[in-house]
């Protein structure tokens, strides 16, 4: 069981940087792929950004080369440094984690945060 808690989110003007963070808690000693996902109202929800275990990262090509996805595995937090923010880029931004040492952005992700709010006004 891991469990997952977000926080950084706001509001900010369009060009505006945010940075979200995600503490997990634990079983963080197993190798997890972890996530970030968005889901704006009446939009489906879409994985922004997927980081597995070995430090490899993959992104949403709506936020490549804006957003970064790091983590600080002696502090477990997982991080999202979001700059050049486009009001696009509004929703509620979930953290995620699923068992494994590579990502499978298609599978299922067992754990999710409660989320935390992106407001970008043009």
């Known amino acids: 069981q891991v469990q997952l808690v977000e926080s950084g989110g706001g509001s900010v003007q369009a060009g505006g940087s945010l940075r979200l963070s995600c503490v997990a808690s634990?079983?963080?000693?197993?190798?997890?792929?972890m996530a970030w996902f968005r889901q704006a109202p009446g939009r489906p929800r879409q994985g922004v950004a997927f980081?597995?275990?070995?430090?490899?990262?993959t992104y949403a090509g709506s936020v490549k080369g804006r957003f970064t996805i790091s983590q600080d595995n002696a502090k477990n937090t997982l991080y999202l440094q979001m700059n050049s923010l486009k009001p696009e880029d509004t929703a509620m931004y979930y953290c995620?984690?699923?068992?494994?040492?590579?990502?499978?952005?298609?599978?299922?992700?067992?754990?999710w945060g409660q989320g935390t709010q992106v407001t970008v006004s043009s």
């Open positions: 995620a984690a699923q068992p494994g040492t590579y990502c499978y952005a298609q599978g299922t992700f067992p754990y």
């Open positions: 634990g079983s963080t000693y197993d190798r997890y792929c």
């Open positions: 980081i597995d275990s070995n430090g490899s990262t």
